[in-house]
């Protein structure tokens, strides 16, 4: 019998998925909105919880060295390494956006951000392998991608907007699979 609770506590803590349902009313609500402003910018970005979504909004502003808004999870550790793929429903216009890994809480140490297209306002499910995540340096590409061992030291994950421009935009999530 012990062997047997053993085995079923191991199955449930080996999962196959995980998913970020912004639907449910809670998955979203420690995510944060980011602009530059922290660096003298002057974008706008807005974020809101609906029954079936996480919405995200704003204008991007060239101003004063500007150009980018962010939305973002708390820092924890996310523990993907288990992981080769992830899944979203999305649907977004104007200017578009990227889906962001961090590895650091410092603003200065690279990132892996992976573009995504912009679907003219209509719903899109996409799948990503994550290894086509490339590193970025404050948002000029290098040359290194996505790996095992930098999924194990991933403690944030977000999407900002993917083009230095002077803009609006709309991004709405449904949900975020890792599989």
Do not use: C
């Amino acid at each position: 019998m012990k062997i047997l609770t053993s085995s079923l506590l191991l199955i449930l803590m080996i999962s196959s998925t995980q998913k970020i349902d912004f639907g449910n009313g809670k998955d979203g609500q420690s995510w944060q909105v980011v602009n530059d402003g922290v660096m003298g910018g002057r974008s706008q970005g807005s974020k809101m919880l609906t029954e079936n979504s996480m919405v995200f909004w704003g204008e991007v502003s060239l101003e004063n060295n500007g150009g980018f808004s962010s939305l973002r999870s708390n820092f924890s550790s996310k523990q993907l390494s288990q992981f080769e793929k992830v899944s979203l429903r999305y649907r977004s216009k104007g200017i578009s956006l990227a889906m962001t890994f961090s590895v650091s809480n410092r603003w200065y140490v690279p990132n892996y951000k992976f573009s995504l297209a912009s679907t003219g306002g209509e719903w899109s499910m996409i799948t990503i392998n994550l290894n086509q995540f490339r590193k970025h340096y404050i948002g000029k590409p290098m040359n290194e991608m996505l790996d095992q061992e930098v999924l194990k030291k991933v403690i944030r994950m977000g999407f900002i907007t993917d083009e230095k421009k002077y803009g609006s935009f709309e991004f709405e999530v449904d949900y975020i699979e890792f599989v």
